[in-house]
């Protein structure tokens, strides 16, 4: 069976052809991560699907089970799941519609509301993350535990690398 990373690898190597000094490798190293990326998020996603969910909506609920006492504000989702508050809102009606969170005012401040992740959400949350979790291991389990810890240390690398290359970047050529 053919890669399907395959046609993109004919792409690059055509354009390092055409183009002096292209950076094959690390073009390719950066698309093949992409496309990874997406592999995994094809996965994820079919999982997600076949239990009639989408990623924000399992994040969302993820997110309450690991705040303190399951709950959480829904302008602290809104940042958590890195959307609009409106989207969050959205997420949220979507949520208690399912009956897998509650509204229910602060104890402290009658005007603000909090998000609670009910039973029945958790509940839901435990039976879909096994399965999951098996997934996680499917994938992953190709590579040896050294691999894997190998692999995290290069992305933690990598990770680090570009948080300080995005805090220090230079100037666009606009500034200069």
């Not at 950076?23 to 996603?45: A, F, G, Y």
């Not at 609920?61 to 303190?68: F, G, S």
Request: aromatic share 6%.
């Amino acid at each position: 069976m053919d890669s399907s990373f395959e046609p993109i690898e004919k792409m690059l190597s055509n354009l390092s052809l055409r183009h002096d000094n292209y950076p094959v490798r690390v073009v390719l190293l950066t698309r093949l991560h992409m496309h990874i990326q997406t592999k995994l998020l094809e996965n994820r996603n079919k999982m997600l699907k076949d239990r009639g969910l989408n990623d924000t909506i399992f994040n969302a609920l993820l997110t309450l089970d690991a705040c303190d006492n399951q709950s959480i504000q829904p302008s602290e989702l809104s940042s958590a799941l890195g959307s609009s508050r409106t989207n969050a809102t959205r997420v949220a009606d979507e949520l208690q519609k399912r009956g897998w969170v509650e509204r229910r005012e602060s104890d402290n401040d009658r005007r603000c509301l909090h998000l609670h992740l009910t039973d029945a959400g958790y509940e839901f949350l435990c039976e879909i993350l096994p399965p999951q979790y098996d997934s996680f291991q499917a994938i992953w389990g190709i590579l040896s535990s050294e691999e894997q810890n190998q692999l995290e240390s290069i992305y933690r690398k990598l990770l680090d690398h570009l948080d300080t290359f995005s805090q220090n970047s230079p100037p666009s050529s606009d500034q200069e």
